[in-house]
């Protein structure tokens, strides 16, 4: 497992920043820079179960292990999706984590992705653009 940093600078609260991340209309939007339809399905509270899909049911679903709105979410990969149908899989420590440091009416937004080698380059090359929506989302939506 490979354990990869990205992160961002936005001019607004971190309740406005963590709206956009989760809520589901501007999911879709900020996710798109991994795969046009992206949405998740499922309840953000801690011990919970999300699938994060695409729009042919391809994905992955995963477990929070811990919430602190406005402020920390951590997400654990559990297993992957293909046409609706989940398969276990064992991705060791596997975690999606997303800080929020609050400064000055600005968030400092931090990714951590424990991933496999399988999975580094597409994080690489798709993590910096979903952050810049997730910016511009943040700082232009009303």
Not at 40 to 46: A, F, P, R, S, V
Not at 73 to 97: D, K
Not at 125 to 134: D, M
């Amino acid at each position: 497992m490979e354990k990869l940093h990205f992160d961002i600078q936005i001019n607004a609260e971190p309740e406005k920043v963590w709206s956009v991340l989760w809520d589901d209309f501007s999911f879709r939007q900020w996710t798109s820079a991994f795969r046009e339809g992206s949405f998740y399905q499922g309840n953000l509270k801690e011990n919970e179960i999300i699938k994060f899909l695409d729009p042919q049911n391809n994905g992955m679903f995963s477990k929070i292990v811990k919430l602190v709105p406005n402020e920390e979410i951590t997400f654990q990969h559990l297993g992957e999706i293909y046409n609706g149908v989940e398969t276990p899989q064992n991705f060791e420590s596997g975690t999606e984590n997303y800080i929020l440091t609050e400064n000055e009416n600005t968030t400092h937004l931090t990714v951590e992705i424990q991933t496999s080698e399988e999975f580094k380059s597409f994080f690489e090359e798709n993590f910096p653009n979903a952050l810049s929506n997730v910016k511009h989302l943040s700082e232009n939506q009303f």
